[in-house]
């Protein structure tokens, strides 16, 4: 395991190194900032039923049934037997990896193919598949913004950490960060920087942890009024939104207005890896300078061909998306019937302000020994300190009885926390 609550088995002084570690481990423990894994074990026939692995090492897994409340699955495509059988298929026929790199014997017809669909879905001219959103967002940016001198970066306060990774990885790139959402203030910084500068607008469209919705048609026409390119990432809304799942842009109608539109193959589409999809030559360069593009293994022939099934079952059964949609709705019914807060968001996300990192943790761990509901605590420096939260993703798999269930612990555990804060006062 990668946790460690007992006393380090190194000694702390033989490097300075050790001693930094176990100091900033103790003190990211007094913040109540640990990161505790559990192990769940997905049950494919049963989604969102895990299986809570209370011995890690024990195998096959024991222990108990849970039901999950913070997949990123959000359509339960992971688990879908045709997705599945899908990979199945494809490492009989192809096996186990990729080979190499995509340069070097690491590119199947399936990946070509992925990338055409990605494309198609997005309306671009092409696609490029990187190992994973995270990668896709890094080295594109990183790319883009060291490829000629001068380049300015307008970057939303709230982009993924993937993306920040990339802008600060640029280097020679300057980057301007603008409030978040706000559309009045990156006016005023696009106006402030000099004309003739490169620019580039980076932000996202559904944003995963407040769960609030960019406006892409109106960010886009600023970039355009002073010569910016722009780059979306859909990560949180691909396969979710629009008519055929190509996301918040094709919902709104504008995904022709922007240069470079991001995604993930593993959250809305339930499998692995990212992609980027933009204008040909574009792509192009990419393909052929992006570091982390180029010198990695490609995704594996199993992953490729699941993705490729589920993005083809997405885009055609929009049921899905809108039983998710139901869903949502009606545990945020249930929720307002319970009288219990929730941040109210125009998207799929429903976030449970709870304000605090040890009582967040506090109530995850209760809902989990006490209820089988697992719904993981968000903390600093995820979100800001005092605004922790537990974050549910209700999807089309969530029964009644499953949300009657979670509605009933959150306010068993939130009434005893309430009682906690004013014995505290
Ligand atoms: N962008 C955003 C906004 C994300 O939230 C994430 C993952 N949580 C990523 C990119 C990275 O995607 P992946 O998980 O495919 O690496």
New binding site residues.
Partial sequence: SQENDRVPSIDADRHPFYRFCRESLDGIREQGRYRRFTPLARQADRYPVYDHVTTPAAEPPVGREVVVWSA?DYLGMGVEPAVAEAAIAAIREHGAGAGGTRNIAGTSPLHAALEAELADLHGKEAGLLFV????S?QASLQTILTSMPGWICFSDRQN?A??IAGIKGARGATCVIYEHNDLADLEAKLAAAPKDAPKLVAF?SV??MDGDVSDIGATCALARKYGAITYL?E??AVGLYGSQGGGVAERDGVADQVDIIEG????GFGV???YVTGSAELIDYLRCAASGFIFTTALPPSVVAAALTSVRMVRREGWRREKMFERVATFRAKLTAAGIPFMSTPSHIVPIPVGDADRCNEISRRLLADFGLYATPINYPTVPRGTERLRLTPGPHHTDEMMDEMVSALGTLLRINARHEEAAA
């Fill in positions: 990123n994973s959103g995270y990668v967002n993924h993937s993306m996202e944003y995963s990432d990560v949180h993930t193959l593993a959250k692995h890896g990212g």
